[in-house]
């Protein structure tokens, strides 16, 4: 599980879903929720989470893509698996991991220091614990 700290800076909800944006070390964060606790206040810091296998890699992206949350990475380190390969994306001071098809990262010939974007869907992001109220 990827976590990490992230200080809420807008909350927008109609009827019962919530759209909370965050800053992660000067990156801004979306998250989509249908149940936010009610502590969870604009200038509360939380910890993060997002599944592996929900952060997706792009090399030399260009153009337009839906994913809400695009963060500027760096690998660190790449293991390649029979089927499955990790990827440990370091973002600002934050490390990341990425779980893609093995297949995936040959194709995209992904090496250590390779500057690459992750992507993480709005509704794959969910908070783990508040931090301060």
Do not use: C
Not at 7 to 29: R, W
Not at 72 to 91: D, F, R, Y
Not at 103 to 114: A, F, I, K, Q, T
């Amino acid at each position: 599980m990827n976590t990490f700290i992230a200080t809420v800076k807008n909350i927008q909800s109609v009827d019962n879903l919530t759209i909370v944006k965050f800053d992660f070390d000067g990156v801004s964060l979306s998250m989509m929720s249908l149940e936010l606790n009610s502590s969870v206040k604009v200038g509360v810091r939380v910890k993060i989470s997002t599944k592996p296998t929900h952060v997706a890699i792009s090399k030399a992206f260009r153009g337009e893509v839906s994913y809400s949350n695009q963060l500027p990475a760096k690998i660190i380190h790449v293991e390649n698996g029979e089927l499955l390969s990790s990827i440990t994306l370091q973002v600002n001071s934050t490390t990341l991991e990425s779980i893609i098809t093995k297949e995936s990262s040959e194709r995209m010939n992904l090496h250590l220091d390779d500057e690459v974007t992750a992507f993480i869907k709005a509704n794959e992001l969910s908070i783990l614990e508040i931090l301060n109220d």
